[in-house]
Nanobody, 124 residues
Framework: QVQLVESGGGLVQAGGSLRLSCAAS????????MGWFRQAPGEEREFVAV????????YYAESVKGRFAISRDNAKNTVYLQMNSLKPEDTAVYYC?????????????????WGQGTQVTVSS
């Protein structure tokens, strides 16, 4: 069984930075996609960023382009999300996700494994 464990969330002022980490543990696996989604209260879960296992190639939601950066350490099965210039609208629970198959990277249904989520709160 694979588990994804996130860390690094917290409270930060607008304009500040946070770095999220997600480590996969359990049986050895090599997910094609490792990435992040987020969900604000009363909202749908939305795609944030993803990294592929080969390349790697990275994709971002328009709302975070130029502010967030995803990176991945395949040897450690770990993915990171560096979040800079944070805005109050970035406030959400951030979920790490992994997919062993190729699919639509921004669609939550593509992903097989999910972390428990970490809260990010940006104050104005």
């Amino acid at each position: 069984q694979v588990q994804l464990v996130e860390s690094g969330g917290g409270l930060v002022q607008a304009g500040g930075s946070l770095r999220l980490s997600c480590a996969a543990s359990g049986r050895t696996f090599n997910p094609y996609f490792m990435g992040w989604f987020r969900q604000a209260p009363g909202e749908e879960r939305e795609f944030v960023a993803v990294s592929t296992s080969s390349g790697p190639r990275t994709y971002y939601a328009e709302s975070v382009k130029g502010r967030f950066a995803i990176s991945r350490d395949n040897a450690k099965n770990t993915v990171y999300l560096q979040m800079n210039s944070l805005k109050p609208e970035d406030t959400a629970v951030y979920y790490c996700a992994a997919s062993t198959s190729v699919g639509i990277y921004y669609y939550a249904g593509t992903y097989d494994y999910w972390g428990q989520g970490t809260q990010v709160t940006v104050s104005s």
